[in-house]
């Protein structure tokens, strides 16, 4: 039996904390399993380029924290945007570009991802119209991002 508690928790805030992406993961699947189960936590900081995949569904389940999820179309429009606190669960298909935002200094969340054979790293395309991780615009591309996801997501609830 897999589980997530307390101490689960804390150890991967502790992880983040110190962890230069500023999250940290835990999975509950094996390397080649199609259905992927990753426990994500994180702290102030970090920050998540908008993407797509090619092939994966992905779905994500509110546990701990403040965080929206944002989806933009082919341009960089932001077209829907969900607080987890108060929709706890939102899904993607595939060629989907989104980002998850983290609006408190913890936060934790269950990425739920489904591969047509197993985990391919490769099959990750990084948004053109956003700065990438570690990019020195990220930080107000982030603000920026945030007013206006905050904003769709009142909205939204």
Same mark, same amino acid.
């Given at each position: 039996m897999q589980f997530v508690d307390p101490d689960l928790i804390n150890d991967l805030f502790g992880e983040a904390e110190t962890s230069q992406r500023k999250r940290a993961f835990? *999975?509950?699947h094996q390397e080649d399993d199609m259905f992927n189960r990753v426990l994500i936590a994180g702290t102030t900081g970090s920050y998540a380029a908008p993407h797509r995949h090619t092939e994966k569904f992905e779905a994500f389940a509110h546990i701990e924290g403040g965080l929206i999820v944002v989806e933009f179309d082919n341009d960089g429009t932001l077209l829907n945007a969900y607080d987890l606190e108060q929709c706890p669960y939102v899904e993607f298909g595939p060629m989907t570009w989104?980002? /998850?935002? !983290? *609006? *408190? #200094?913890? @936060? /934790?969340?269950? #990425?739920?991802?489904? @591969? %047509? *054979? %197993? !985990?391919?790293?490769?099959d990750k395309e990084f948004a053109p119209w956003a700065p990438k991780e570690g990019d020195p615009d990220a930080a107000d591309y982030l603000r920026e991002l945030t007013a206006a996801a905050t904003a769709l997501a009142k909205n939204n609830a």
């Open positions: 835990h *999975t509950f989104h980002s /998850v935002i !983290y *609006t *408190t #200094e913890r @936060w /934790v969340l269950m #990425e739920l991802a489904l @591969w %047509k *054979t %197993k !985990y391919d790293p490769g």
